[in-house]
C-alpha cells in the first residue's frame, strides 16, 4: 500500500482544449497518464490528484474526464486547481456526496492514509495576472481554508501531515510565505504541489527539503504524467 501525487491532468474529452500546443511533453498525455499510472498504482494504494483535472466549464463538461480518473486503479483523492470550473469550494460536500465511493474531494475537509492527516487547498501563489491587493484577498482566503484542514485533523488526533496545493507555496523569489509558515506550524513533513509547467516554471518554488520540510513538484509534465511516491 502507497501514497502517491499527480497534477495538472487537464482532461478534455468533452470540450476542444488539446494541450500538445502547449509542450512536446503533453502529446498523447492521456495514454501515457493511463499507461503509468496503471503501472504503479494499484488497487490498494491511494492518489491525491493535485488539481486541474478538467477543462470543463460545468460538471456536465467534466463528466467524462471524471469517469476517467474514476476508472484508474486505487483510491483518489481530488485537490481543486485554477482551472477546476466544475467546483465550487461552498459545495464540495455535494461532490461528495455525488461520488462517494469513488472520489473524494479535499477542500475545508482532511483525508487519511496510515497515521497521516492529508490536509490541503489550492493555495495562491502571485504570478502579476492581478492586483497585488486581489493577490493578497485571495491568498488569505485559501490561508483560512488550509487552516481549517489543519484544525479539523489536529481536533480529531492526528500530529503527522502531508500538505496538499495545487499553486506552489511560494512566489517567484520569495524564501518563505505564509504557507511555508502555517507548514511549519502545524510540523508537516511533506508539502506537495503542482501548476509550474515547462521547463522554464519548474524551479518557481522549493523542491528538496527546506527547514526540515521535504517540498515536491509534481505537475503531469514535470514527472512526465508519472504519479510520484509519496509514502510507501
Not at 61 to 72: G, P, R, S, V, Y
Not at 74 to 93: C, P, Q, S, V, Y
Not at 197 to 225: A, Q
Request: hydrophobic letters at 35%; aromatic letters at 16%; a negative charge.
Amino acid at each position: 500500500m502507497s501514497l502517491y501525487a499527480i497534477g495538472d491532468f487537464h482532461l478534455s474529452f468533452t470540450v476542444n482544449k488539446p494541450m500538445d500546443v502547449f509542450d512536446k511533453r503533453w502529446k498523447n498525455h492521456v495514454a501515457k497518464i493511463e499507461k503509468y499510472w496503471k503501472r504503479k498504482v494499484t488497487e490498494n494504494d491511494t492518489v491525491v490528484i493535485t488539481g486541474d483535472h478538467s477543462w470543463g466549464r460545468d460538471l456536465a463538461e467534466c463528466q467524462a474526464d471524471l469517469d476517467f480518473i474514476m476508472a484508474l486503479p486505487g483510491r483518489k483523492i481530488l485537490l481543486r486547481g485554477n482551472h477546476d470550473m466544475f467546483w465550487d469550494a461552498k459545495k464540495t460536500e455535494d461532490l461528495n456526496e455525488m461520488f462517494r465511493g469513488k472520489l473524494e474531494f479535499l477542500q475545508n475537509n482532511f483525508y487519511t492514509y496510515e497515521d497521516y492527516a492529508l490536509v490541503g487547498t489550492k493555495g495562491y501563489c502571485y504570478e502579476g495576472k492581478d492586483s497585488y491587493e486581489h493577490f493578497l484577498k485571495i491568498r488569505e482566503r485559501e490561508l483560512e481554508r488550509l487552516r481549517c484542514s489543519f484544525e479539523g485533523a489536529k481536533a480529531a488526533g492526528y500530529e503527522k501531515f502531508i500538505m496538499f496545493l495545487h499553486y506552489p507555496p511560494t512566489s517567484i523569489g520569495e524564501m518563505e510565505s505564509p504557507f511555508t509558515l502555517i507548514a511549519q506550524e502545524f510540523g508537516v513533513e511533506k508539502v506537495i504541489y503542482s501548476h509550474c509547467h515547462g521547463e522554464k516554471r519548474y524551479d518557481d518554488s522549493f523542491k528538496g527539503y527546506v527547514d526540515g520540510i521535504e517540498y515536491k513538484l509534481v505537475s503531469g509534465d514535470y514527472l512526465n504524467f508519472k504519479p510520484e511516491l509519496v509514502l510507501r
